[in-house]
């Protein structure tokens, strides 16, 4: 199977596309795209999921630097907030791989883009095993970890 583009953003290649199809679906989807069959809670579990990761990774490097509580809790704010990470979705292009609510009409929202953002984050760490290491490195890639 050829690489999905999504993984060259990435730079990670799943083992389990499933996961990467369900990452990339809105919430409220209802059509199916390349037989992916469409759901109203779309990629809402996998960006639970993802936000929580993507604190983790955060609060890891904020703990290893020593760093004060209140450092570490401006570190989530600012690297994890909805606005910060549909840039992220935006400048790195992921955005355009985003199989949208027919009621967005064309539009990838803050929201859906920072949820999605969360959803691929949620999808690579259960790809992975679970390693967050490889988490980091697909949050570097996307410049997730960058103020």
């Known amino acids: 199977m050829a690489a999905h583009p999504v993984e060259s953003i990435l730079h990670y290649r799943f083992s389990n596309h499933d996961l990467l199809d369900e990452a990339l679906l809105a919430a409220g989807t ?4 390349r037989d992916i069959q469409g759901n ?3 990629n809402k579990r996998l960006a639970l999921l993802g936000d929580s990761i993507i604190k983790e990774v955060i609060l890891e490097h904020w703990y290893l630097s020593g760093e004060t509580t209140e450092e570490g809790t401006n570190e989530v704010i600012n690297l994890a907030k909805n606005t910060k990470l549909s840039q992220v979705a935006h400048e790195s292009g992921l955005v ?4 949208k609510n027919p009621c ?5 929202g803050q ?6 953002v969360e959803a691929l ?5 259960l790809d992975c095993g679970e ?3 490889t988490v980091e490195n697909v949050l570097e890639a996307i ?3 960058k103020s």
């Open 96 to 99: 355009e791989y985003v199989i």
């Open 111 to 116: 929201r859906t883009a920072a949820s999605t």
């Open 30 to 33: 209802t059509v199916s795209r």
């Open 131 to 133: 390693d967050i290491s």
């Open 40 to 42: 109203p809670q779309g």
């Open 121 to 125: 984050v949620g999808a690579v760490y």
């Open 143 to 145: 410049n997730v970890l």
């Open 104 to 108: 967005q009409q064309g539009q990838v």
